[in-house]
Each structure stands twice: as C-alpha cells, then as structure tokens.
C-alpha cells in the first residue's frame, strides 16, 4: 500500500498516531494463549473483579422495560441526573444536568472534548508518564502534545514550576490525571493546590481533569479534583469521570463529564454525528452504579492496596528493578534502568524496556506493558488487577529473570 496521504485509501491525520500500546500488550498476550501458552497476563487496565448483581439485574430490568431503543444523543435524563447527584456527593461539584455529557467510556468524552476544541498549532501540557491515549488524540486534533517530565524522585507527578514553565501562549489544554495511569501517582489537596495557583494566573488554559481512578486510593489518601480545590477553575474545567473502573464496567463502556454549557452543547453536536447515544442498557446499568450500594468500593480498594504492598515489595526485592509506591489506581511502574546493557541468557543484550517486556513475554509467559508507550523509558508497567496468586507467579519471573542474565562481556 502507498504512504498515506494523497495516493492511498489511509489519510495523512492516520498517520500521526499509532495503536494504543497497552491494547496491543493484551492482544499479544491473548493471541499466546490461544496458541496454547501459559501466559499471566500482568498488562490489564481493568478490575478482574466482577460487576456487581445488582448492576447487572439493572441491565435486564431495562431490557424488559424495552428499554432498548435510541435515547438522547449525550445520555438519559435519568443517568444525567444520576452524575449530578455524583458530583455534589463525592465532589463537592454542583453542575446543572445541561451541563453533563454520557460517553462510551471516558475515553469518547476526551476524543470528544479534544476534538471539539482544538486547532492545528494548539498546545495539551501532559504531565508523563502518561495515559497512552492523550497524546494520540492530541496529535489527531492537529495540536502538539507538551510533555512535562515527572520524574519518580517526585513521585512521578508535576512540578508547579515545571507548569508554569510549559505554559505557552499556545497552550489550550492541561491535561490532569490523578491517581494516574501508569505511574499510580496521586496528588494531594495540597499538591493539587500549587497547581490550580499556576493555573489561575494564565486565564487562557482549559483543564482536562481526568478522574477515572477516583475511588481507587490506599493508606487512607483522599480524592481531591480541580474545580473543588479551585473553584474560580470552574469555568474553565472539565471534570471527566466514569463507571469503567470503579464499578468493575469496562466492558459496558459508559463515561461522563460536567462543565461549562456550550463546551457540553458542542460535545453534543459531534456525538450526533458520529456515534449518538451509548447503549441505552448500558446507561440504566450506570444508573445502578451510581445510586445503588456504594460499599464493595472500598473493600475492592483494600484488596488492591495489599496486591500494592506485594508488587513493590518483590519487585524492590529483585536485582536492577526499582518501583516506587503509588497512592493510587491499580498499576505500578517499575524501573527496569539496572538490567539495560545485560545479557539474557539466550546472549541477545536487553537494549530496552520495550526488549525487556517482550523477553519477559516470551521466555518466562508473564505480558506488562514497556514505558515507552507513556513516554517514559526504561520503565514498564504492571497492572495489579488480577489475583493475588496470579500477581505472585507473575511477579516471581523478576526475581528469576534477575537472577539469569549476566552483565555484557
Ligand atoms: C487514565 C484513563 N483515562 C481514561 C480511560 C478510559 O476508560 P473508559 O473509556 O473505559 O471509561 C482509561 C482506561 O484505561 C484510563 O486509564
């Protein structure tokens, strides 16, 4: 096929963005196991808990309600309201239903949003390592992604400093994510603080403040989110949250957002022409999730806070690995910089993270993501959502590993 752009069927726009990393890490995984490998698969961005009986009663309720046509565009009155009570609950925020957009998933809330505002030259800050999606989407909006590097010295999260200086004229975005995907990091009220400050003094900057990992929060830290802490940022904020990880509903793709009314209005717009609404079952079932029983949420967050502990301890524990311990979401992100240069055992010299996680992958069966797919090398990440047997064999292949390559000749 020709390069894309003028003489080929691809467009040039496909061009300037690749394959989201971590849904190529699973695949591969799967395809290993469906060629009969013992794979444990430590790649995964979603609870291996099940969803919960009574959201999913609520999703047959709303098929026997006949609840299975067309409704409005950016969701059911019911779940808009459902989301305002949410934020007024957990968050302290008050949006009118006007101003709530529904997805499908988080993820069409920030393709959306991104796609609606941004012009070619535009600048999106994001702090990295970062969520793989951003940048791409950034990139298919014409604009230029703006990392500012945040180092595990400071506990992989942004600087005030390193903020105020990546603020350009240009800048029409930051993009704000806590607890975060990979790094786990999570700020602080007053963490959060400093920033918003920054934040105030440059009137021209939106912020994306993605919240998806809300309730999934260890040693007693609490949530904190932008328009909250700062509510002069109300206006220009856009707080984007969902059921994907709280409610163990990836599959059931629902996510939301509150803000100001016409970047809502125009939201709305593009998903009439593109997707419409997201499965109208799916959205009686977000129902459930948002107003029913609230109690396995901490209970699920006490099972990953343990599977943590374990994670960084075996992983500190084995030669040329360092992690850091995250506050939050379900992924630790280890440093793989002590075992780049060694050989393995089979004489190929371990180049990158990327040749890291697929010599892991192949000769010891356990799939994690490689850094470099969040823009932070050499590290990789490893998802905590599986079974505390399964997180322990998994983890054991480090040690293991460590143990086998030498150093180069
Ligand atoms: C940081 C972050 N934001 C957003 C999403 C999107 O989640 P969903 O589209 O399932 O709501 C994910 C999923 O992995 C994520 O890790």
Known sequence: ???????????SRMARIKQSASNAAGARARELQAAGRDIIS???GEPDFPTPDNIKAAAIEAMRREETKYTDVDGTPALKQAVREKFKRENGL??????ITIGTGGKQVIYNTLMCTLEPGDEVIIAAPHWVSYTDMTLLGEAKPVLVN???????????????????????WVILNSPNNPSGAT??????KQLTDVLLRH???WILTDDIYEHL??????FATVAQIEPNLYERTLTVNGVSKTYAMTGWRIGYAGGPKPLIDTIRKLQSQSTSNPSSISQAAAVEALTGPQDFIPRHAAVFQQRRDVAVEMLNRAAGLYCHKPEGAFYVFPSCAGLIGRKT??????????????????????????GDAYNMAPYFRISYATSMEQLKEGLGAFSRHARNCREPA
């Open 94 to 99: 008050d949006y009118e239903t006007s101003q």
């Open 1 to 11: 096929m020709n390069a894309p752009g003028r003489h080929s069927i691809i467009s």
């Open 42 to 44: 430590l790649a995964n």
């Open 150 to 172: 945040c180092s595990p010295e400071r506990g992989f999260k942004m600087h005030p400093e390193d903020l105020d200086r990546a603020i350009t004229p240009r800048t029409k």
């Open 187 to 192: 700020y602080s009220h007053a963490e959060l």
């Open 345 to 370: 055992p089979q004489g190929k010299v371990i180049a990158s993270d990327l040749e890291f996680t697929l010599y892991l992958l192949d000769s010891f069966g356990v799939a994690v993501v490689q």
């Open 203 to 205: 009137p021209h900057v």
């Open 217 to 222: 929060l260890y040693d007693g830290n609490r």
